[in-house]
Each structure stands twice: as structure tokens, then as C-alpha cells.
């Protein structure tokens, strides 16, 4: 089973989302995806505007309704295989709780940036490497390949491109900005996953 965490600040906005769409995505591939705050408001919803974000995303309604956040503790990430976090405060956060998860480790956008530099001839070539091995290490050898992207793809000119934006207590845009930054990173894990879990 591979174990995907995605992190943020209070768990009822962007990680829930993050957490929801790649469960959807990737059924049937074996993916279990947990989500937790760094400084999780315990027990609360998703914003309804997440909910809506969800929703709009073909996340069921009953999916959106259950999510209750949970506040970030080691129990969260020693068996996940990959850690994206919403924002770098995030990501290190995650290196000071459990700092054997840093390689595995990236803000959302940091691992789309890096996975795009990689074809999917790459990505098989790396998973071909852990041929013998079970999906969760299959996902393990491409997250390596995209890890050893860091320092080959130029980061970005304003390091907050490696960010989601927080869209809590602020305008409906905002959300949608915030949603609209998401997608196309949640494209690339959804790729990675696929070649991992196909090859």
C-alpha cells in the first residue's frame, strides 16, 4: 500500500483538498492519502469553500462532509512514502518532526516543478530500478528520481512559486487562486503515481 501525506496549517483548506483529489484520482492504485496541520484545528470541517473547490473537483459530497482536521504528529509521517506539503513553513516543519522524511519530502509545487523535468521514459527508467520490489517502493525509487532534480531545475525566481497560497478567512478568488495553483501540481503526482504503479 503506498502512503501519500499532504500537509498545511489547519487541515480544513488546502491539504484536505490535496488529500481528496489525489484519493480520487488514484483509486484503484492502492493509495491510501492522509492529511494533517501543523497546527490542525482538530475535529473542524473543511471551509465550505474547500467544499465547494471538492465538489467542483468530482469529489463526492459525503468525501467532503467526513474530513475532520488533525493536528501534525510523527504518527502522520514515518510510513508515508510521499510528503507534500502546501508551503516550504510546511515542509520544514516536517523536517524538525520526523527529519528521515526530508528526502521524501516536498511542497506540492516543488515536486510538480521537478517531476515536469522528468519524461515518463525517465520516471520508468528510476522505477525499473525497484522492478523486484512492491508499488510503495516502485513510488519510493521515482520520488528519489524526482528528489535528484533539486539543484538540476532552477528554482524558482520568487521562491513562493513553491507554495499554495492560504485562502482561509479571505476571498472566494483567493480559494479559487489557491485551487488553481493546486491542479496542475496534483496533475504531476497523479503521473508520477501512475508510471510507479504501472510499470
Same mark, same amino acid.
Given at each position: 500500500?503506498?502512503e501519500?501525506?499532504?500537509i498545511?496549517?489547519?487541515?480544513?483548506?488546502?491539504?484536505?483538498?490535496a488529500?481528496?483529489?489525489?484519493?480520487? *484520482?488514484l &483509486?484503484?492504485?492502492?493509495?491510501?492519502?492522509?492529511?494533517?496541520?501543523?497546527?490542525? #484545528?482538530?475535529?473542524h470541517?473543511?471551509?465550505?469553500?474547500?467544499?465547494?473547490?471538492?465538489? /467542483?473537483? +468530482?469529489?463526492?459530497?459525503?468525501?467532503?462532509?467526513?474530513?475532520? /482536521? *488533525? =493536528? $501534525?504528529?510523527e504518527?502522520h509521517?514515518?510510513? &508515508?512514502?510521499?510528503? #507534500?506539503?502546501?508551503?516550504?513553513?510546511?515542509?520544514?516543519?516536517?523536517?524538525?518532526?520526523?527529519?528521515?522524511?526530508?528526502?521524501?519530502? =516536498?511542497?506540492v509545487?516543488? =515536486?510538480?516543478? $521537478? &517531476?515536469?523535468?522528468?519524461?515518463d521514459?525517465?520516471?520508468?527508467?528510476?522505477?525499473?530500478?525497484a522492478?523486484?520490489?512492491d &508499488?510503495?517502493?516502485? $513510488?519510493?525509487a521515482a520520488?528519489?528520481?524526482?528528489? +535528484?532534480?533539486?539543484? #538540476?531545475? $532552477?528554482p524558482?525566481?520568487?521562491?513562493?512559486?513553491?507554495?499554495?497560497?492560504?485562502?482561509?478567512?479571505?476571498?472566494?478568488?483567493?480559494?479559487?487562486?489557491s485551487?488553481?495553483?493546486?491542479?496542475?501540481?496534483?496533475?504531476?503526482?497523479?503521473?508520477?503515481?501512475?508510471?510507479?504503479?504501472?510499470?
Amino acid at each position: 500500500m503506498i502512503e501519500i501525506a499532504t500537509i498545511c496549517t489547519g487541515n480544513i483548506c488546502r491539504s484536505p483538498l490535496a488529500a481528496l483529489m489525489l484519493q480520487t *484520482r488514484l &483509486a484503484g492504485r492502492g493509495v491510501r492519502v492522509t492529511s494533517a496541520g501543523t497546527r490542525g #484545528l482538530a475535529d473542524h470541517g473543511m471551509t465550505p469553500e474547500a467544499q465547494r473547490l471538492a465538489l /467542483a473537483r +468530482g469529489i463526492s459530497a459525503p468525501d467532503a462532509e467526513a474530513h475532520r /482536521a *488533525r =493536528f $501534525l504528529t510523527e504518527q502522520h509521517l514515518v510510513s &508515508a512514502d510521499l510528503v #507534500l506539503a502546501m508551503a516550504r513553513e510546511h515542509r520544514r516543519a516536517v523536517a524538525e518532526l520526523v527529519p528521515a522524511r526530508t528526502r521524501v519530502a =516536498f511542497t506540492v509545487r516543488e =515536486f510538480a516543478r $521537478l &517531476a515536469s523535468s522528468l519524461s515518463d521514459a525517465a520516471l520508468q527508467g528510476a522505477v525499473a530500478t525497484a522492478a523486484d520490489q512492491d &508499488a510503495a517502493g516502485r $513510488l519510493r525509487a521515482a520520488v528519489a528520481a524526482v528528489a +535528484g532534480q533539486r539543484g #538540476l531545475v $532552477l528554482p524558482p525566481a520568487d521562491p513562493t512559486d513553491d507554495d499554495v497560497v492560504d485562502p482561509y478567512r479571505r476571498s472566494w478568488s483567493t480559494y479559487e487562486a489557491s485551487a488553481a495553483q493546486l491542479d496542475p501540481a496534483i496533475d504531476q503526482v497523479v503521473r508520477v503515481v501512475a508510471v510507479a504503479t504501472t510499470s
